[in-house]
């Protein structure tokens, strides 16, 4: 994985999953970028209260 000093983040998913997750997120008012800036706050300040799976993956939950 490639990791640039810019601000951008890019990634590839599903095209009906992209139109989904927009969707949703127009109905709630909320853009991508707020709602991934706020996951990735959520995420990052409950590292140190993290859950793990069975497998040992860390569960992540955000909602908006």
Known sequence: MSISSSGRIVIEIDPQTK???YSALTKNGVTL????????????????????????????????
């Open 33 to 64: 970028k707020g709602w991934f800036l706020e996951c990735a706050d959520k995420y990052l300040t409950e590292t140190s209260t993290e859950q793990t799976d069975i497998e040992g993956k860390v569960i992540t939950r955000c909602t908006s």
């Open 19 to 21: 139109r989904n997750l």
